[in-house]
Structure formats: C-alpha cells, structure tokens
C-alpha cells in the first residue's frame, strides 16, 4: 500500500489528467446553444438513469478529493484493500486512469458540437468518424470505464466497485440506445449500419480501415 504522501500525489495526477482533457477537448469559453441542437430529439434518454450516470461519475471522480484531505483516514479504512504487491495494482491503476483522460479528452475534442449527456438527435446531425471514433463507435464511455476501473484500483477502495458496475452496466445500455436511433434514423441509418461493420463499440474490432473509407 502506498503511503499517504504517495497517494495524494496520485490524486494530484488524476485531477491534473482530468484538467488536461478538459482543457484540451473543450473551448475554454461556452458556446451557444444552435437551433438545430435546441430542436434535438431525445431517444430513450430516462432522467433516472442520466441522473445516476452522473452520480456514478461523481462517486469516482470526487473519491480522490478525500484522499487529498484525508488519506490517512480513508487509506486504513477497511474498506481499503491490502495484498502483496498491491503497489503494482495502484501504479496500474494510475496508467489506467492517464489513459482514461486522454481517451476522453481526444474523444471530447472529436465530438464537438455533439457531445451531449442525453441520446439525442439534432436535425443536422452528422455521424463522427474523425479521431477515435474512426475505429471505436463510443470512445467516451470506454474512457470513463477506464477512468472507473483506474480510480478504484489507485486507490484500492472496495467503495468504488459498486458506481464502476453501474458506470459499465449504465455504458453497455446507453451505447445500444445510441446505435437504435442511429439506425432507426432516415437520414443516417444506412451510413451507421456500414460504419458499426468497421468499428467495435468499446474496442477497435482488429480492421484496419482507412480513416477515408469510413
């Protein structure tokens, strides 16, 4: 187990990592709402579920705050896991988490204007196949597994397994509606059933397909 020093510089690194992608993937200044995306369509988009998505979310996410303020209190709590050789679990868990960010922050980035936490449709909506979503259909939710999974095994919190379930289980449900209502979609059914043959929902599928012929 890393000492409590050595924690709060991971902590550090997590906060530092998630600013990074923030700062990389989004204009530093809000953007106003179009028409087209204040005429969006919900698709299958429950508050219930996006509100417990993003609860998850936070429980991971704000985990690393207490180890700022209070690691020695939270790393000899017996919810704290201890193994021998657990420091290589906590350095993996780092590397997961850089990963996760920057997965994020590219994904961010790519997605622009789309990026949004309901399932919606906008009338001028187009599908993206530019940076990560040029082999994976959703690179967003693979890096907030990756930042999930990352975070707890930092850490060794047996209290963050339960948000990571719901954050995969939440990613597997929000990925299948986002692949109905593209395929359901008049306009862009046919293009997506072609793009979802060359790419995998959380992984690449293995086809090396030029980014132009997607």
Excluded: C
């Excluded at 923030?22 to 369509?41: C, D, M």
């Excluded at 000899?76 to 960010?101: K, N």
């Amino acid at each position: 187990m890393l000492s409590s020093e050595a924690a709060q510089v991971f902590a550090v690194v997590v906060y530092g990592s998630l600013a990074a992608a923030g700062a990389y993937g989004r204009p530093p200044l809000p953007r106003r709402q179009s028409r087209s995306e204040k005429q969006a369509t919900d698709h299958g988009g429950s508050p219930t579920l996006e509100a417990l998505w993003l609860a998850s979310l936070a429980a991971v996410l704000l985990y690393p705050l207490g180890i700022l303020f209070a690691p020695a209190v939270l790393l000899a709590s017996p919810l704290t896991l201890r193994f021998p050789g657990d420091e290589v679990a906590q350095v993996a868990g780092l590397i997961l988490v850089l990963v996760g960010a920057g997965l994020a922050g590219w994904a961010f980035r790519s997605l622009g204007r789309f990026t949004t936490v309901r399932i919606q449709l906008s009338p001028d909506h187009t599908i993206v196949r530019v940076g990560p979503y040029s082999r994976v259909r959703h690179p967003m939710y693979t890096a907030n597994i990756l930042l999930g999974v990352g975070v707890t095994l930092a850490f060794l919190s047996l209290v963050l397994w339960a948000p990571v379930v719901i954050i995969v289980l939440i990613a597997h449900f929000r990925a299948r509606s986002e692949e109905r209502m593209f395929l359901a979609s008049p306009l862009l059914g046919k293009n997506y059933e072609e793009y979802m043959t060359r790419t995998g929902r959380f992984l690449p599928n293995g086809r090396l397909v030029p980014p132009e012929k997607l």
